[in-house]
């Protein structure tokens, strides 16, 4: 969607840093919508009736994305003229329906982006070795179709925009939701559904753990000793706290049910920041290497990436300035567009490495009823990264 956005709000007679204002606004929104809708599935609906009622409002905002393009501008007759054209601006309802339908599609991939991907990797049974393995490359080439995906946006939709009109555009991405909808609506039978074990929500319950640690604080460290904590509990012992039963409450009242639900709030805990500790051993993994190995090995390569990125962005002005195009902004600088191949297959790599290992971990460290929300976690430092554009 972001793809030449700039360039149709441009349509609606904004500057272009106004254009770009709203189509970071815009993406910051796509990135942090996901959170609330792993929320929502993970704690209500479920991840399929979520994908299904996210299918089809992502429909409706297309539908209402292509009706703002194709409705003619209802323009006073002083603007029928060439010369004048130009300057008129779109009347303002079709401006608000335009935005309004933008951000609709913001609010359907809050729930499509994060429970599509964990509903996808629910397929495979962890507890088989082989289909265990199969889940990590389940990443992978989910990934891989995302960039397909890309490519062919880029290729064929933008040529259609600027060679047909903004209406098409806007309506095979429409009509392709469509399609996708059906084709997982077929499938439903042949899917596996993750029950809920838990009488309460998780979003509940995990509040609950907050509260109880809050009303158990003043709990001495001898206390907390006679609590049986597996290995994991040493970290986050704040946390361990509601398994006590404080003074004013009976022990009935004041223990959650088992430890499972401590140990699954420090699993959430454990991902607010991604540096966190490895408490398993290096080796000894079905993968060959682990995910923190990957998102490391593509941070790595991202700083060497923007290391050659400088470089060739110092040679560039190092022509301009031989001749003499530093101040002439609209000039076309005599470089061969072969300079940006090395940074821009190093992104690829990048790419690969980091956001792959970024949703494999999310998946794999929350417990079974946060995979949505796991997933949605690392969409928000994009949100970061646009917000702080």
């Not at 815009?26 to 929320?39: D, K, V, Y």
Request: glycine fraction near 8%.
């Amino acid at each position: 969607m972001c793809f030449k956005l700039s360039a149709y709000i441009g349509r609606c007679r904004q500057s272009t840093a106004a254009a770009a204002e709203n189509v970071n606004a815009w993406s910051g929104t796509a990135s942090l919508t996901p959170l609330l809708g792993a929320l929502v599935a993970d704690s209500f609906l479920g991840r399929y009736h979520t994908i299904v009622f996210a299918s089809l409002l992502n429909i409706l905002g297309l539908g209402l994305l292509t009706l703002s393009a194709v409705l003619p501008f209802f323009v006073s007759s002083n603007c029928q003229t060439t010369d004048n054209a130009n300057a008129c601006a779109p009347p303002q309802h079709q401006v608000v329906l335009f935005f309004f339908s933008l951000y609709l599609v913001a609010i359907a991939q809050g729930g499509h982006k994060p429970c599509v991907q964990a509903f996808g990797a629910d397929q495979f049974d962890p507890l088989d070795s082989e289909e265990c393995k199969a889940r990590s490359s389940f990443f992978n080439w989910w990934y891989f179709g995302m960039c397909g995906g890309n490519i062919a946006t880029i290729s064929v939709l933008n040529y259609i925009q600027d060679n047909f009109n903004w209406g098409l555009g806007f309506g095979i991405p429409c009509v392709a939701m469509c399609l996708a909808l059906v084709s997982f609506w077929l499938g439903t039978m042949t899917y596996r559904f993750s029950s809920r074990c838990e009488e309460k929500i998780p979003l509940v319950r995990i509040g609950m753990v907050f509260l109880k640690a809050v009303r158990n604080s003043r709990a001495t460290s001898v206390e907390e000793t006679k609590v049986q904590c597996d290995r994991d509990s040493q970290q986050f012992r704040f946390l361990n706290k509601p398994l006590l039963a404080s003074d004013d409450h009976s022990a009935e009242d004041g223990k959650i049910s088992n430890i499972n639900d401590a140990e699954e709030e420090k699993g959430l805990a454990r991902l607010v920041p991604i540096l966190v500790p490895i408490t398993r051993t290096i080796t000894g993994t079905s993968c060959g290497i682990t995910k923190l190995q990957r998102v490391g090995t593509g941070i790595f390569l991202s700083v060497l990436t923007m290391a050659i990125a400088a470089l060739v962005e110092m040679k560039r002005l190092e022509i301009a300035r031989e001749y003499g195009l530093v101040d002439v902004p609209n000039a076309t600088v005599p470089m061969t567009i072969w300079w940006l191949v090395p940074q821009y297959l190093l992104f690829g790599i990048t790419e690969v490495f980091t956001m792959i290992g970024l949703q494999e971990f999310f998946y794999d460290q929350v417990p079974r009823e946060f995979r949505s929300i796991g997933l949605s976690l690392y969409l928000k430092y994009f949100w970061c990264g646009e917000l702080s554009k």
